[in-house]
Nanobody, 125 residues
Framework: QVQLVESGGGLVQTGGSLRLSCAAS????????MDWFRQAPGKEREFVAG????????VYADSVKGRFTISRDNTENTVYLRMNSLKAEDTAVYYC??????????????????WGQGTQVTVSS
């Protein structure tokens, strides 16, 4: 399994921005899909964004389209989530996840076997 370590969460005001990072410990991530999920108190974990490592195709949840951007750095084996125009409803613990899906971008948590520890994002109004 790939070991994942997230960073970059914090407290931000409505309309502000944050960038989350997820560093992966793997010799190569070729063939992997890397996703960001989030979980708010009392709610199920939900898909936020995903990227196919090999060709950088991206998929976003409707709720974050146009505000969030997922990207990856091949040299650092790191995936990022840039979050702009943050809203109170974006408040959650954010998790990165990895799975060898050979180019398929999955949006269901159960597909992923590797998870980071989570990082808290709090958006205050």
């Amino acid at each position: 399994q790939v070991q994942l370590v997230e960073s970059g969460g914090g407290l931000v005001q409505t309309g502000g921005s944050l960038r989350l990072s997820c560093a992966a410990s793997a010799r190569t991530l070729s063939g992997y899909t890397m996703d960001w999920f989030r979980q708010a108190p009392g709610k199920e974990r939900e898909f936020v964004a995903g990227i196919s490592w090999s060709d950088a195709r991206r998929v976003y949840a409707d709720s974050v389209k146009g505000r969030f951007t997922i990207s990856r750095d091949n040299t650092e084996n790191t995936v990022y989530l840039r979050m702009n125009s943050l809203k109170a409803e974006d408040t959650a613990v954010y998790y990165c996840a990895a799975a060898m899906l050979q180019g398929v971008i999955a949006t269901i948590p159960s597909v992923f076997g590797s998870w980071g520890q989570g990082t808290q994002v709090t958006v205050s109004s």
